[in-house]
């Protein structure tokens, strides 16, 4: 089941903050995240999720991985509001936060993202957060969280 994806009238961040760049290693999680779905790469030989992706895996070496779906439920394992504008174009965006996101279905998998819908002094750790999609460009399609239930 795709993730509902969201069209702010104003983005999260400004869209040519995405431009990727994308390599044979990460260019399947990209292609699925475009399609709307959150996918994470696993070792074929001992099930090990890892992300971001990598050519081999950390744990036993095997190079055979495949692309697991992901609901995209989980909890902020930790967070980080952003005060100082490290870009002229992000200017007019600070505050934000950056959530690191601890995945239930994906073996501890933690994934970086934004936390939409919430005050940065209303996040907590912990916290249920749930997967939506901001498409930033017709070629940039981004996984966002929000709290659960949101």
Same mark, same amino acid.
């Given at each position: 089941?795709?993730?509902?994806?969201?069209?702010?009238?104003?983005?999260?961040?400004?869209?040519?903050?995405?431009?990727?760049?994308?390599?044979?290693?990460?260019?399947?999680?990209?292609?699925?995240?475009?399609?709307?779905?959150?996918?994470?790469?696993?070792?074929?030989?001992?099930?090990?999720?890892?992300?971001?992706?990598?050519?081999?895996?950390?744990?036993?070496?095997?190079?055979?991985?495949?692309?697991?779906?992901?609901?995209?439920?989980?909890?902020?394992?930790?967070?980080?509001?952003?005060?100082?504008?490290?870009?002229?174009? %992000?200017? !007019?965006? +600070?505050?934000?936060? *950056?959530? $690191?996101?601890?995945?239930?279905? =994906? /073996? #501890?998998?933690?994934?970086?993202?934004?936390?939409?819908?919430?005050?940065?002094?209303?996040?907590?750790?912990?916290?249920?957060?749930?997967? %939506?999609? !901001?498409? +930033?460009?017709?070629? *940039?399609? $981004?996984?966002?969280?929000?709290? =659960? /239930? #949101?």
């Amino acid at each position: 089941m795709a993730r509902e994806t969201i069209s702010n009238p104003t983005p999260y961040m400004p869209a040519d903050l995405a431009e990727l760049a994308p390599d044979g290693v990460t260019q399947p999680y990209w292609d699925h995240c475009n399609q709307g779905e959150l996918r994470i790469q696993r070792c074929k030989a001992c099930g090990t999720f890892r992300h971001p992706p990598l050519p081999g895996c950390p744990d036993c070496g095997a190079r055979d991985d495949e692309w697991v779906r992901s609901e995209g439920k989980g909890r902020v394992f930790s967070f980080s509001g952003v005060y100082h504008p490290v870009l002229p174009n %992000v200017a !007019e965006y +600070v505050p934000y936060n *950056v959530v $690191l996101v601890q995945l239930a279905d =994906a /073996g #501890g998998v933690r994934i970086i993202s934004n936390l939409l819908g919430v005050a940065l002094g209303d996040i907590e750790i912990g916290m249920p957060v749930e997967l %939506v999609w !901001e498409r +930033v460009s017709p070629d *940039v399609n $981004l996984p966002r969280f929000r709290p =659960a /239930g #949101g």
